[in-house]
């Protein structure tokens, strides 16, 4: 049972953010302390991603567990009053994120979730250290490869590097 009314819960739900979240702010802090540089919630991405680094071609979601449907977490809790409403508005969350992160792949972006529990004090370094470590790779692995233009259509592919050049 709900402890609060109608309008102070209504009130508690119009506050919450969706933009400058506290997990978000420690994930940005961290990047651009490390020399990592982005652009905030990109409106030409599908899924307006939290930070686009251009650089990386990766796009960094932060999610909150509860309002994205963090499985097997323990701040994902269906509240008791209201729940098919609250059942079908995280499924539509999850539905609509795993679309836009399929979009984004097709266009040749990486993406990476950093979940808010991930966050927490006892896990937040180790998440953070890996986020650069995953960043890196991908930038390395990214300038591995060769880029060969075919005659036929000109347009660019990647092509494995090969042992011999």
Known sequence: ???LSAEQRHNNM???KGKGTKPEMIVRKFLWSRGFRYRVNNARLPGHPDLVLRKYRTCIFVNGCFWHGHKNCRYYIIPKTNTDFWIRKITR????????????ARMGWHCITVWECELKREKRDETLESLA??????????????????EENGMYIAAEPSLHE
């Open 93 to 104: 969350n999850i539905e609509r994120d795993r679309q836009e992160q399929l979009q984004l």
């Open 133 to 150: 470590y995953t960043l890196n790779h991908i930038y390395l692995k990214d300038r591995s490869q060769v880029y060969q233009v075919p």
């Open 1 to 3: 049972m709900d402890t």
């Open 14 to 16: 119009a506050a919450i």
